[in-house]
């Protein structure tokens, strides 16, 4: 539809990648169609390590629980935060983490509500494929 197409200006020419769902819930269901098994997590986990540090991820986010001075809140324990908040589905936990990637406007976290951060926009990611958001999420999901 042009008018969303509009209203996501970043997300316009990300329909012709691919292995990129344009649509944040749909991407989410393919990156997550269920939980990845064990034997998966570790290779997943390299190479989601890469990609936070290719996509810049790290210039906004510390990986433990101190800010150091960063745009962003610390992703230390971000799992936990995002469980409580999914009723403690592991499974929609994991989703809504692809989604808030994609488009943090449209999914932002709680932190956006905070004078802290209030003013600071982490920037959408429409173009990184629904596989690679699996391992940037498992990444993420293991963070302590
Ligand atoms: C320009 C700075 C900036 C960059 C770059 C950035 N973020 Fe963010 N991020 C933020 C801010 C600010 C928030 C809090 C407001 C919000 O939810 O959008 C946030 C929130 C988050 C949250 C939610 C944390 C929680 O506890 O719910 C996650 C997860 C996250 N970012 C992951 C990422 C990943 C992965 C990348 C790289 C693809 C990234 N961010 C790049 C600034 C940034």
């Known amino acids: 539809m042009l008018a969303l197409g509009l209203a996501c200006a970043g997300c316009l020419d990300s329909g012709n990648i691919p292995g990129v769902t344009t649509d944040p819930e749909a991407a989410a269901k393919a990156a997550f169609p269920e939980l990845p098994p064990a034997a998966e997590a570790t290779q997943l986990k390299d190479r989601g390590s890469k990609m936070f540090n290719g996509l810049g991820c790290q210039s906004c986010h510390s990986t433990t629980h101190e800010r150091n001075g960063l745009m962003g809140p610390p992703l230390g324990g971000v799992s936990d935060r995002v469980l409580?908040?999914?009723?403690?589905?592991?499974?929609?936990?994991?989703?809504?983490?692809?989604?808030?990637?994609?488009?943090?406007?449209?999914?932002?976290?709680?932190?956006?509500?905070?004078?802290d951060y209030k003013g600071t926009h982490m920037p959408p990611n429409p173009r990184v494929t629904d596989e690679d958001l699996r391992a940037l999420v498992e990444f993420l999901w293991a963070l302590r």
Do not use: G, T
């Open 84 to 115: 409580e908040r999914k009723d403690h589905d592991p499974l929609k936990a994991r989703r809504w983490l692809v989604m808030h990637i994609k488009d943090p406007l449209m999914y932002p976290s709680p932190f956006a509500d905070q004078a």
